[in-house]
């Protein structure tokens, strides 16, 4: 479908049993958010329901089409006004034409233009909050606040659900915690080949029996980049490789600053940015620690989760979704945000365990995710919430 057309194919089904659920977000370019979506999508799908993603588009947009999820484009990214204003009679149009069951919305701008349409068309709202949104002024707050208007709001953590009660004064009864998941058949030590972690290391030009630090995510400040630097050069034995696993989407002055202070630090060679990673699994089994730095909390705080999935011990900053997610001295370590000598500390330690105490913490992690944070458990508890908001809305019909 072309950007912004808004000639949509009737849906020819009739059956009301068979829901049509429509998600809404800004893109499909990558990340949790659009991850999450399309797992959705396909739990939609084997529901046997029928699955509509609305966005601007992007390069994840053939993974819907592989699971036979339909993707509409409209221009559901953009934060201008008028735009917004015009896209609900767009969404209007889509939840008319496609039977649309109930509306949910997963970012802010694209969720002002699904509330008004939903209102409009009589369809139940819901939210899934991503983010402890960055307070400001009136504007700024009733900005966020979109996303607390659902008919049922998901907060992807307890930390996120706290935050949508004490900042949004949103009812208890409307907050469900929906953990995100992890696909662990996919994080699976057991199913990354030999072949694929070689291709890795040889990509990489990684040496053989150094200790691998990794640290994924964008490069950007609030992923705790420079802490971990400072953290690294307290280290008496330089006997280690970190490697700085994201894109750096265009900001090449703080790239520029990194390579700076790993110089200025006496890390050179030591630290390695790697900007693309195409097997993130197979990267993950590269890693003797995954830290997770950021020096914001986390709504969730996928990396983290992902990393144990695998069985890799993980060093995370102790706020947010790692709270939650993180076992301190079980499954890695929880260092206070910002305390260099702690991160080093921990560093230190989870590099001098013994193979005994790594094949521990391992299963420990494995465990601990498998348990609480799949896929599985992620999509069912939020077609639960599917189909209480639809039951209730029937019933109100009565």
């Known amino acids: 479908m072309n950007q912004h057309n808004t000639s949509f194919a009737k849906n020819e089904s009739q059956d009301k049993q068979v829901r049509t659920i429509m998600q809404i977000l800004p893109a499909l370019e990558g990340g949790g958010v659009e991850r999450g979506t399309i ?27 592989k699971i036979g999820a339909t993707h509409l484009t409209l221009p559901v990214h953009s934060k201008k006004p008028w735009v917004m204003y015009r896209n609900i009679k767009r969404i209007r149009q889509v939840i008319e034409r496609y039977g649309v069951d109930l509306v949910h919305a997963r970012s802010r701008a694209p969720a002002w233009s699904a509330y008004a349409a939903a209102r409009a068309e009589k369809v139940p709202y819901v939210t899934t909050f991503h983010a402890a949104y960055t307070r400001g002024g009136f504007f700024k707050n009733a900005y966020n ?68 630090i990794m640290l994924p995510g964008r490069l950007t400040r609030l992923k705790g980049h420079v802490e971990l630097i400072q953290a690294l050069s307290r280290l008496e034995d330089k006997n280690f490789l970190a490697l700085f696993v994201g894109a750096g989407q265009g900001r090449e002055a703080y790239r520029t600053e990194i390579t700076n202070l790993v110089k200025s630090k006496g890390l050179e060679g030591k630290v390695q940015i790697k900007d693309y990673c195409s097997d993130m699994p197979a990267a993950l089994m590269l890693a003797d620690i995954v830290v997770s730095a950021t020096n914001v909390p986390e709504g969730f705080g996928r990396i983290s989760v ?31 945000v910002g305390d260099i000598d702690a991160m080093a500390s921990a560093v230190k330690t989870a590099l001098g365990m013994s193979g005994e105490e790594r094949e521990k913490v391992a299963a420990r992690a494995r465990q601990h995710v498998t348990d609480n944070f799949t896929v599985e458990k992620m999509c069912n508890a939020t077609l639960e919430v599917y189909e209480d908001v639809l039951k209730n809305r029937e019933g109100a019909a009565v």
């Open 306 to 336: 992902e990393a144990q999935a695998m069985g890799r011990p993980v060093i995370a900053t102790a706020h947010g979704g790692s709270l939650e997610t993180v076992l301190n001295g079980e499954t890695g370590w929880l260092v206070p």
């Open 39 to 65: 797992e959705m999508a396909a739990a939609i799908k084997a529901k046997g329901w029928n699955a509509i993603v609305v966005s601007n588009g992007g390069k994840m947009v053939y993974e819907l089409d």
């Open 145 to 212: 606040g979109i996303m607390a208007r659902g008919q049922k709001v998901i907060a992807i953590s307890d930390f996120i659900a706290g935050h949508i009660a004490e900042n949004y004064m949103t009812p208890e009864d409307k907050i469900v915690t929906i953990p995100r998941g992890v696909d662990c058949h996919k994080f699976n030590p057991g199913a990354v080949s030999a072949e694929r972690i070689i291709k890795m290391a040889t990509d990489w030009a990684l040496p053989d029996g150094v200790p691998i």
